[in-house]
């Protein structure tokens, strides 16, 4: 499981934790960006400029389709201040077995 946080430090210089969005697929990490990116009031060309990545890689990426280098992922998640968490599940009945 992947968990999106976003992160605010403008209140008094403190992290505060805004939102959190647990992301299975493709278009959850999209919906997850495209929100940040209008909370943030950019449009995708504005986003696109500050991670220096295309229009199509914001596009590609918030609509969940297509295929988009995690870099150019990694760059659109860190200019929203967002951090990218892998954790286990909380439910063992779907992990995969340890090979050993």
Known sequence: ???IIGIDSSISGML???ST???FTSKDL???IKAAR???GLNQ???AQHANVSRGVVQKLEEGRG???LENALKLLHIL???LVVQPRSDEGQDIPAHG
């Open 1 to 3: 499981m992947l968990i």
């Open 16 to 18: 505060t934790i805004m």
């Open 21 to 23: 969005a647990k992301v």
């Open 30 to 32: 999209g919906r997850a």
């Open 38 to 40: 209008r909370g943030r």
């Open 45 to 47: 060309i504005e986003l």
């Open 67 to 69: 295929t988009v280098a």
């Open 81 to 83: 201040s967002l951090d």
